[in-house]
């Protein structure tokens, strides 16, 4: 069984919220010129990760937030409306496929049981998926609120998974490598061009075996074969 | 197998969001005396729920974007910031178990498998489940983004349930009532003092048979030692 990562691992997402976040710091530039917005939204979104949890709508919200404090309320209201409005759009954008991902999973899924295993907003993950048009080579989703050791050693339990026969592919270090290794599974990390730091593991937190690294998901075929 | 709804069946849920509307109705009749709040807020919620989906985030974004609509920009930003406490609050808020749940589940859970099938927001969905204490007696979870008959076909074939061993519990009509018992299994209503318009169904559209109506759930054992 092979499991895959949605965001940046087969769709772009990060790409996303990097746009949008240099639309609202210009946007607030032009209120605060001297104001470090990326270190102040990035602080909101951490103060308010274990409220609102991850997703469009929670960083919609930690931008409201930022804007009226950074500007201590200053803000027009129709400046706002526009942070309002760049949610709904990142919301409603079509689900972009990374280069290799279709031709790629169509290949696996004749070989092998192929799982989705991503974290976020429920509504917004099957959105994606659905508009993906990659539903049916799933044999099932997880969607998960966090992932960690505990969630993921849940889905191997649910699913009857032994780990020595799980692959979990994904671009993040600290959510698709770290916790699957640890549980005795392989891992293959395809790095993405923007990575959230909140994503980031230092080199000497990584596991010294169980997870190998390509630039692109058009290796995989070849790196399953060979495990 | 007994299946449970959880907002405004094991925990309050409805009134939390009542409460607010409230407060948000009293905020807005500062501004525009004459507005229909209640009505233009219903509006927004059910615009933007195929964008946001459920849930107090997707709440919390309609109210400000209602508010801003309403007074056409004019409300002051430090209201819209109470706003946003407001949401936070709701999620912040300790789970409120319902009358007589806490000794029905503990009673059921050794004659019973017990599975927790609520929609809505998974971040949130799992901290009120986590925070209510309740999590060891369900032998399963599964937060659906919406309750209609091929997300519950999609937990009976998960799960391999066959709908004639299975009884749901909830108190909406429309998504724990309707697509079960169009399935072939059977429900138990148990109506809460609060219902959100948009989960009513008319009297015509009920199924005749395959559910009953109780007024508590501490009638429940009885209802299934009958079944």
Chains 1, 2 share one sequence.
Do not use: C
Request: glycine share 8%; no cysteine.
């Amino acid at each position: 069984m092979v499991g895959f990562d949605g965001d940046d691992t087969l769709w772009h997402s990060e790409t996303r919220f990097h746009v949008t976040q240099g639309e609202f710091r210009d946007l607030l530039k032009r209120h605060v010129p001297d104001a470090d917005v990326d270190r102040r939204l990035a602080e909101m979104e951490m103060k308010n990760l274990s409220i609102y949890g991850y997703g469009v709508k929670s960083f919609t919200l930690s931008m409201l937030e930022t804007a009226i404090e950074l500007t201590e309320g200053r803000i027009p209201t129709s400046d706002l409306e526009v942070i309002l409005g760049w949610g709904k759009g990142m919301l409603m954008e079509p689900t972009e496929l990374l280069d290799g991902v279709e031709e790629t999973l169509r290949l696996l899924s004749g070989r092998y049981d192929l799982l989705l295993i991503t974290k976020g907003d429920l509504f917004d993950q099957e959105g994606k998926l659905a508009r993906s048009g990659l539903g049916d080579l799933f044999l099932g989703v997880e969607i998960l609120s966090e992932k960690n050791t505990d969630s993921y050693r849940g889905v191997f339990t649910r699913r009857a998974i032994k780990p020595e026969d799980f692959v979990m592919v994904g671009n993040s270090l600290r959510s698709d490598v770290v916790p699957v290794v640890s549980l005795g599974a392989h891992a293959v990390h395809i790095p993405y061009e923007v990575t959230w730091h909140h994503e980031h593991v230092p080199e000497e937190e990584l596991p010294n075996e169980g997870w190998q690294r390509i630039s692109s998901i058009r290796e995989l075929p070849a790196i399953l074969d060979e495990l």
